[in-house]
């Protein structure tokens, strides 16, 4: 059965760095499409990051700069480093495989899902 599994997750002072990971296992280590999403109380699910197999990426206009999405497919993991944070990152962030829509999208339309990991920014 395919599972994402989330971890790297924390509390950290504004302005500081968390790394994220992703290890992915069943059907899910077929799939080069994955991405990284967020949600804060009280508001829609919104991509973060997104990454295809030939390497391409797009990033939501709010992180761009101070975010980085990779992936080792040798390991079946995907990563997204975060730098500069402020409390406005502060949110559940989770991982997704298996793109439902065409193209490189930002829309939470994924087939697969983590259980997530809490990122909480202090300032």
């Known amino acids: 059965q395919v599972q994402l599994v989330e971890s790297g997750g924390g509390s950290v002072q504004a302005g500081g760095s968390l790394r994220l990971s992703c290890a992915a296992s069943?059907?899910?280590?077929?799939?080069?499409?994955m991405g990284w999403f967020r949600q804060a109380p009280g508001k829609k699910r919104e991509g973060v990051a997104v990454?295809?197999?030939?390497?391409?990426?797009k990033y939501a206009d709010s992180v761009k700069g101070r975010f980085t999405i990779s992936k080792d497919n040798a390991k079946n993991t995907l990563y997204l480093q975060m730098n500069s944070l402020s409390p406005e990152d502060t949110a559940m962030y989770y991982c997704?495989?298996?793109?439902?829509?065409?193209?490189?999208?930002?829309?939470?339309?994924?087939?697969?899902w983590g259980q997530g990991t809490q990122v909480t920014i202090s300032s």
């Open positions: 997704a495989a298996e793109r439902l829509v065409p193209g490189l999208s930002l829309i939470p339309l994924y087939k697969y």
């Open positions: 069943g059907y899910a280590r077929d799939r080069n499409d």
């Open positions: 990454i295809d197999s030939d390497g391409a990426t």
